[in-house]
């Protein structure tokens, strides 16, 4: 019981056995022994650390947490950070991916999903238009209209692609940028840097699409004040210019023909205000957004594939995906056996219908790391350890015995967990009743 509650109630703890002994340099005094000998089963319990609510709810929760924390500092300033990045120029930016087929969306909007007028069938005997409303939860949101007529190859393609899009992407703002400032690209680095953080989304059509914060510092970084052309809307127009100009063309080979691949049409950049009115973005609730984002898994639920690699087909008609999201695995195996494209490695990457990027990814010097958020919590949490004072020496050996629970610890590891969420809503509840309480203190 104790051992789990010390991994916050992890679904997938790592098992180690072993030992690590601390001694004084100057006199070689033991100042500190522990081993896995006094432990349940002679092991330790370490945290597995996965990101994925599917996989650890409990992990997945402290990882939203670092995520939140390694966002807000880039736009608040803080761990290393300075606060003056507050006054800089920040956008939230959110592109999406092409059309590659009409699908079934969802009509909370009170429109529905498709409707043509005298549109007739396709080339597979299929209504082009559809008339119904479709609710968010409903299995048909996010499934082609017709899967023949789907552009299944291009949308692994583009997922493939889509790294080196957003590198391509990155290069034209600081292009567009130099030019209206009026010198060349290579110079940018003399007058401006540009950072950022984005995390990757599935929509419900399994295409991804990227949430950015990007800022524009001065050439030392976020230190450095920005250059007095550098302005939020000098950088709404590069973003919207680039957008429309980056594309990657591929050629690999006659089975698929050259294809473009651009990002969508759909483009949001809105600036982050110090001070935001009423329905503005704030700095919180943008870090949190991306946070919940990093967290989601790719299986039960999601458009994205499984939280696992498969390794045949068959493993690819057992996963529990819908009809569209195991067409687009087969298109990546199918794809991958092809030698011209054998650098893309959708073999690998079918699991995630061809994505091969990170989740989030983060410019250089936006902000700090989630090394360093590791660090400083794990030194935090034995500050007083001798392992941490000066003029001590550690000696460790360990050896990796295993992950998971047993039946019964992980019905203990399930009820901690759940006691965590049901602490946090009532936190949450307190709260909120506090800040209604004062905001109608002088009602009366």
């Known amino acids: 019981m104790e051992q789990v509650t010390a991994t916050g109630g992890c679904a997938r703890p790592v098992h180690l056995s072993g030992h690590t002994t601390a001694y004084d340099v100057a006199t070689g005094e033991i100042l500190r022994h522990y081993s896995t000998h006094n432990e349940p089963g002679e092991r330790l319990l370490l945290r597995c650390r996965n990101r994925r609510e599917t996989v650890c709810p409990s992990c997945s929760r402290l990882h939203a947490g670092d995520t939140f924390h390694l966002v807000r500092a880039g736009l608040t300033g803080g761990k290393t950070i300075p606060v003056s990045v507050r006054t800089h120029p920040r956008l939230f930016v959110t592109l999406t991916a092409p ?110 699409h990227v949430h950015a914060v990007i800022r524009l ?88 594939g499984t939280d696992y690699p498969v390794t045949s087909q068959d493993d690819i008609d057992r996963a529990p995906v819908t009809s569209h999201v195991r067409t687009l695995m087969h298109t990546c195996w199918r794809l991958g056996g092809l030698p011209e494209l054998a650098p893309l490695r959708l073999h690998a990457w079918a699991h995630t219908l061809g994505y091969r990027g990170h989740i989030l990814t983060k410019s250089r010097v936006y902000s700090t790391t989630y090394e360093a958020l590791q660090t400083e919590r794990t030194q935090h949490a034995s500050s007083a350890s001798p392992e941490n004072i000066a003029g001590t020496i550690t000696e460790a050996n360990w050896r990796y015995l295993g992950s998971g629970h047993t039946p019964g610890a992980a019905l203990i590891a399930a009820g901690i967990t759940q006691d965590a969420i049901l602490n946090r809503e009532i936190a949450r509840d307190s709260l909120t009743r506090v800040a209604w309480g004062r905001a109608h203190a002088g009602d009366e």
């Open 99 to 208: 059309s590659f087929g009409p699908v079934h969306r969802t009509t909370t909007d009170g429109r529905r999903c498709h409707p043509r007028r005298n549109s007739g069938t396709c080339d597979h005997d299929r209504p082009r238009s559809c008339t119904a409303f479709h609710a968010p939860d409903e299995p048909l949101a996010g499934q082609p209209i017709c899967p023949g007529c789907y552009d299944y190859t291009a949308h692994v393609l583009w997922h493939a692609h889509a790294g080196e899009l957003w590198s391509r992407f990155v290069r034209n703002i600081r292009r567009h940028l130099a030019t209206a400032a009026g010198f060349k690209q290579s110079h940018f680095p003399q007058h401006a840097r540009l950072s950022f953080a984005k995390v990757a989304e599935y929509q419900q059509r399994a295409a991804v």
């Open 217 to 304: 510092d001065g050439p030392a970084g976020p230190n450095d004040p920005p250059p007095l052309w550098g302005t939020a809307q000098a950088l709404v127009d590069a973003v919207h210019a680039a957008r429309r100009q980056v594309f990657v063309s591929t050629s690999y080979t006659p089975a698929t023909g050259e294809v473009a691949l651009r990002w969508g049409i759909q483009l949001d950049a809105r600036p982050i205000r110090t001070n935001p009115g009423p329905g503005g973005l704030t700095d919180d609730a943008i870090a949190a957004y991306v946070a919940k984002y990093v967290t989601k898994g790719a299986g039960s639920g999601s458009a994205g």
